[in-house]
């Protein structure tokens, strides 16, 4: 149980284009998913929270309008970047909280974006 | 506020030899405390977790950890490493007043055969 999925598992994207990655919980409904970004051996970066059907909270130092996060289903939430820009390359991870589970979070697989 | 430290970056021990990874939270009540295992180009795998009750929690692929409240402590433990237990393992403590969780930088175990 509690499986998260994401998608694309790898993208290459054009310096100025959007990519849009998505989190699935499998087999339970998540009210919060949470967006985290890694660099390369270091640790995970909390980006934003996303509770379904309202706006996504942000980190302190993240651009919402350069990560938009959509949370519209119990088991869906989106992140798309937008004009993507060679810095923006990263592992980009996500997580869903169990249902009533306090801080208890299951994470998807990762997604690792290149821009060129 | 909240911190999670875990002192080692990098330990390598041998297959077969007894593994302690540690990590120390800065937390004043009792903690919501995590071990994660993240293999190379993965997302990260819950190994276990510490809510209350018993200090000795343990975990899938034979991992333990105890807490140690007067040490401010989860030290990971696992008595005979495999080398499919090389990966980079995250303490994490949950954020008093949030839903939040606060990672530690990491420790990466390589295993030598």
């Known amino acids: 149980g509690a499986v998260v999925s994401q998608h694309p598992s790898r993208v290459i994207c054009k310096s100025g284009t959007s990519v849009k990655i998505e989190c699935r919980s499998l087999?339970?409904?998540?009210?919060?998913m949470f967006w985290y970004r890694q660099f390369p051996k270091q640790s995970l970066m909390l980006m934003a929270t996303?509770?379904?059907?309202?706006?996504?909270?942000?980190e302190q130092g993240v651009e919402k309008d350069k990560f938009l996060i959509n949370h519209a289903s119990l088991t869906l939430s989106t992140l798309t970047v937008t004009s993507a820009h060679p810095e923006d390359s990263s592992f980009y991870i996500c997580?869903?909280?169990?249902?009533?589970?306090?801080?208890?979070?299951?994470f998807g697989p990762g997604t690792r974006l290149t821009v060129t | 506020a909240q911190s999670v430290t875990q002192p080692d970056i990098h330990i390598t021990v041998s297959e077969g030899a007894s593994l302690e990874l540690r990590c120390n939270y800065s937390?004043?009540?009792?903690?919501?405390l995590f071990w994660y295992v993240q293999s190379p180009g993965q997302g990260l795998q819950l190994l276990l977790k510490?809510?209350?009750?018993?200090?000795l929690v343990q975990g899938i692929k034979g991992f333990e950890a105890e807490f140690k409240r007067s040490q401010s402590s989860f030290n990971l433990r696992k008595p005979s490493v495999h080398w499919s237990d090389a990966a980079e393992y995250f303490c994490?403590?949950?954020?008093?007043?949030?839903?939040?969780?606060?990672f530690g930088t990491g420790t990466r175990l390589q295993v030598f055969p």
């Open positions: 994490a403590v949950g954020a008093a007043g949030t839903d939040k969780l606060i």
């Open positions: 997580s869903a909280r169990v249902g009533g589970m306090t801080y208890e979070q299951y």
């Open positions: 087999d339970f409904q998540a009210t919060t």
């Open positions: 937390y004043g009540a009792t903690p919501y």
């Open positions: 996303s509770n379904e059907g309202s706006k996504a909270t942000y």
């Open positions: 510490y809510f209350s009750g018993d200090t």
